[in-house]
Every structure is written in C-alpha cells, then in structure tokens.
C-alpha cells in the first residue's frame, strides 16, 4: 500500500512525518500538543518576563554590559586584559571565583584592538552572513521564494537582540552567530570551516563546548570518523586555552575576591522558553504567541529530512535542557547562542505538520479477496 502525502507546500522532499501510520500520527499530534502546552508554562512560570523586561529602565543583562564595556575601554587604554577584568569585576560588586566568571580574553582584546566603529559594523556583517549562509542552505530544499523569504524574516527575528548596538561587547552574541554560521556551512564531507567556526565560538564564549561535543558525537555515530576526530581535536585546542585563561585569572585574584553563588538548577523548560523570548525579537510579541512560535519551531526541525536539521535539533535540545536544569534566572545570555537558527523550524513544521495530520485523518482500509479456482 503506497502512503498518502499531499503536493508539496514548502518543503520540496517529504517530511520525516510523510507516510506514518494512522495510530504514529495520532500520537505524533497528541504529543506536539503537550509540546505546546510545556511552552505555554512560561506565561505563569516564574523568572524573567519579557515584555515586562522591555519596559523596565534597567533590562536584564545591565550589569554584565557595563561590566564587558569597562573591561573593554580599560584594555583599549593599555591596561592587561586580566589586570583590567579583575579590577572590573572588583568595581561592579562581581565574583571573580571561580576562573569562568571571568569571560575569556579573545572578545574584549580584538575589539580594543581595532577602532569603536569597526567593531559595531562587525557584527552586523556577520548577521548579514549568518542570513546569507542559511538561505543558501535553504533554497534547494524550498518550494519558491515566498518560504525561503519567510524563512529570512525568521533568522532577523533570532538575530534582532544579536544587533543591538551595546550588545557588541556579550561574547554570547558573537558565539551564537558563529554557530548559526557553522551549522549553515557544514556539509557532508565539507566540515573544516563548520569545525574552525566552532571553535572560534568556544574561544570567545565556553559555552560553545556543548555544541562542539554534541557535533563530535552525531560524526560519530554516522561514522563520519575524520570529522569527529577534527571536532575532538578542536576540543583539546580549546581545553589547553581554557588552562591557561584559569591559570592567569588565579594570578589576579586574592582571597577577598568574591565566589559565585554557582548554579541553581531546576528552573524548567518554561524558564527556557522565557529566555528564549527574551534574546530574540519574540519579546515584541505576546508571551503566548511567543510560545507557541517556540514549540513549533522545535517541531519543525524534527519535521525536516536532512542532517543539518538532525545537528540543529540536538544543539537546540542540549541547550534547553542545561538552561532548564542549570542556569541561574539571572543569566539571560544563555539563550543568545541558539536564537539565530531556532525559528528557522517554523518553515519546516508547515509541511510536517500537514503530513502528520494527513496520516491521522486517513481512514483507508484494505480489503482483502480471496479467488477461488
């Protein structure tokens, strides 16, 4: 029996949803629904609200912008990047225990290095870039213009927070567009710039390890072997200078300098969703169409056929969960590394969720006759 699938909507090959039993795609819509309702939780979940963060005359993320700034200037004037983080971090109250409290030099020490207005046209270009990279992967696998255009209004709308002016300092920023980047370029048998952006990512913001390893890990198990081996290698590059960023930083530190509080944890995946809306330009939107905008982009990317969505998927999961189970409610940049490509999956979930529903409604039979001769 041949599987029912309708004339392409958007995507030009099916669905991973295309051709599922009626009883899979029941159950395949049941649990998109409790999707739904996970993101909704962040309408009462509490922690950071987006519009009211919007209205408030000091937005979350101020101190830590007056913090990078400083450090920033006082590099620019000559002073040693530790010497200049420590006494930046002593002025604004901030802990300087343990060693990643202190963000890694290679952000603040390039942008003292070039002149003000360089930098701020920086990363505009490459937002243009990530934009660029994504439409070109896009385009095969798209109908026609008009999803393809939708689908850049969305990369604007994961990157609106990525181009604000004073956020050019947020090593997260620059770490998330290396990764959108990165995820864009990579191709089956073509990794090396996928592998150099992400490590250039790790050494602007650590964070960027877990998308590194989670890369390393899909390499793997498809037994892509040289390419895991250069995600792996590209690890212990970043790990030699994560040792050395920790041995400098104890250097500047004496015993009446602050300690972290640490990780809370458990703040749930309404939290996630909440800061998600918040790093993004969502946060001009009602929070509840926010959510539900979240959840079907995360749907989405489990719709599309191809292993960019395999690998954008995963990295977006991985950050969910450390940022449900292990990021303080105060820590808001968590989110600006997986913004830029999450509602990409909007346009794949229009053709998913057609193919699932299609599969639900089927209501053919086979009849079986049996001849006699």
């Avoid at 999707?35 to 408030?56: D, I, K, Q, V, Y």
Wanted: contains cysteine; proline residues 7%.
């Amino acid at each position: 029996m041949r599987t029912r699938r309708g004339a392409p909507l958007w995507l030009v090959g099916p669905s991973r949803f295309a051709g599922m039993s009626r009883s899979q795609a029941r159950l395949g819509l049941a649990l998109f629904a409790m999707l739904l309702l996970a993101c909704l939780t962040a309408t009462s979940a509490p922690g950071p609200r987006p519009n009211e963060a919007r209205m408030t005359s000091a937005p979350l993320g101020q101190t830590e912008l007056l913090l990078y700034q400083s450090v920033v200037a006082n590099v620019r004037s000559g002073t040693p990047y530790y010497v200049a983080a420590a006494e930046a971090h002593r002025v604004a109250h901030a802990p300087l225990k343990p060693y990643t409290t202190v963000r890694l030099p290679t952000l603040a020490v390039v942008q003292a290095a070039v002149p003000p207005l360089l930098v701020t046209a920086l990363l505009p270009l490459l937002c243009i870039g990530v934009m660029g990279a994504w439409i070109v992967r896009l385009r095969p696998a798209m109908t026609g213009p008009i999803p393809v255009g939708i689908a850049g209004l969305l990369i604007l709308t994961g990157l609106y927070v990525h181009l604000e002016p004073p956020l050019v300092v947020f090593p997260e920023v620059w770490a998330g567009a290396l990764i959108a980047l990165s995820l864009a370029v990579r191709r089956p048998g073509q990794w090396i710039p996928a592998v150099a952006l992400g490590l250039s990512a790790m050494l602007i913001r650590e964070t960027a390890l877990i998308y590194v390893v989670i890369m390393a890990v899909i390499a793997w198990i498809e037994g892509e072997r040289r390419e895991a081996a250069a995600w792996v290698g590209a690890t212990l590059v970043f790990f030699v200078a994560l040792a050395a960023h920790a041995h400098a930083v104890t250097l500047v530190t004496g015993p009446l300098d602050r300690s972290a509080q640490g990780l809370s944890g458990l703040e749930g995946f309404g939290f996630y969703v909440q800061l998600v809306t918040l790093s993004s330009g969502l946060a001009l939107l009602p929070d509840w169409l926010a959510a539900v905008l979240i959840a079907t982009a995360l749907f989405g990317w489990l719709a599309w056929r191809d292993p960019a969505a395999v690998r954008a998927l995963a990295t977006l999961l991985g950050y969910a969960a450390v940022i449900a189970l292990g990021v303080r409610s105060d820590d808001f940049p968590w989110a600006l590394i997986t913004t830029p490509v999450l509602l990409i999956g909007i346009v794949f979930a229009v053709d998913g969720l057609r193919d699932m529903i299609v599969a639900a409604r089927d209501t053919r039979r086979i009849t079986v006759t049996r001849v006699i001769r």
